[in-house]
């Protein structure tokens, strides 16, 4: 299915510029933008991996992760292939560093999308596993039709789109992934880090749930320095009911002579967000159950119990609009 992409503007010479995310490549006819799903063909530009769908799974929405959003709900999740970085230590390299025709897919249209999401009695659709902002049109389209099915619509992603195309998406939470400073953007993703920024403070002006991860690179991104950078990143500009995610490395891709995260440096990066004042800052990739749990920031009780993906325990007052802690009576910042 070829798809006329959204967000481009035509150039002289039958060129083209993408203005969908920041890269903004200028593509001559016949050539792709670095993502590799969007094509100049005759001076017009396709998103040549609409429908191309090339991973499905059903999941638990913590696994995206997201854990203060709808918990013990499930997702169906999809993805394109392609992507808009070049991370050295993508876990997903085997199709976010593909073309779309270049890996197994199957064709769906975004209503099949939908239909498979209720036969499979999933709550929400999950664009995640490569960049979702790639396949946009099909996110977008899908989106629209989940929402008029009483689905929920959430966004894993690098961040990495520009503010029309994302003021446009009918998304209700989103997952950014702050890799690191400006230097780790540049040497390791291939991109810039003040976009990324910029798309989480605007999903937060728009009203979208806002959850951030933070994978912890060893040698990389994991000294106190860069930590704080994204703590203070979270409290100043998202605030301190922001979700944070401290997710451990392990060696992928170009990256492989790298050691995996320790748990104590997990460990220690959720101490100094705790310290700092964020109110919901978890732990991933390591067997630390203390940091999978959602904890009141005032008395410290247990409010959400989690062990690995299973269904979790919510342990909160739910009588009114608002989830308290049953205990202290303090609101609980969480969507269920």
């Known amino acids: 299915m070829l798809k006329e992409a959204l967000f481009y503007e035509n150039l002289e010479n039958c060129k083209v510029k993408c203005n969908l995310c920041p890269k903004h490549c200028v593509i001559s006819s016949g050539r792709r933008g670095i993502c590799g799903g969007r094509e100049n063909i005759d001076c017009k530009l396709y998103a040549v991996n609409y429908g191309k769908i090339c991973a499905t799974a059903v999941d638990p929405i913590e696994k995206k992760p997201l854990f203060n959003y709808k918990p013990g709900t499930s997702v169906f999740s999809i993805a394109t292939a392609g992507c808009n970085f070049r991370c050295k230590h993508c876990q997903n390299w085997e199709i976010s560093q593909s073309l779309p025709e ?18 499979y009695l999933c709550e929400g659709i999950a664009y995640t596993y490569t960049e979702p902002t790639i396949f946009y049109e099909f996110m977008q389209e899908t989106a629209k039709i989940a929402k008029n099915n009483d689905l929920f619509n959430v966004m894993v992603t690098n961040g990495y789109i520009e503010k029309e195309p994302l003021k446009k998406l009918s998304i209700d939470a989103m997952n950014i992934d702050i890799k690191g400073n400006s230097e780790f953007y540049k040497k390791i993703c291939f991109a810039e880090l003040e976009p990324v920024l910029e798309t989480c403070i605007l999903a937060k002006k728009l009203g979208i749930h806002v959850e951030i991860t933070n994978l912890i690179v060893p040698t990389y991104n994991d000294n106190q320095k860069d930590i704080e950078f994204i703590i203070n990143f979270v409290k100043d500009e998202l605030g301190v009911d922001t979700p944070l995610h401290f997710t451990a490395f392990y060696p992928h891709y170009k990256l492989t002579s790298v050691p995996s995260t320790s748990i104590d440096v997990i ?3 959720r101490d100094m967000a705790l310290n700092a004042g964020l109110n919901y800052v978890y732990a991933g990739n390591v067997p630390f159950s203390a940091g999978y749990d959602t904890y009141c920031p005032d008395c410290k009780s247990i409010v959400v119990d989690r062990f690995g993906y299973q269904k979790p325990k919510l342990h909160l007052d739910t009588s009114s609009k608002t989830p308290k802690c049953p205990k202290c009576g303090r609101k609980i910042d969480m969507i269920l």
């Not at 270049?102 to 036969?119: G, I, Y």
């Open 102 to 119: 270049d890996v197994p897919f199957s064709e769906l249209t975004p209503e099949d999308v939908v239909d498979l999401a209720k036969n």
């Open 267 to 269: 460990k220690k990066a």
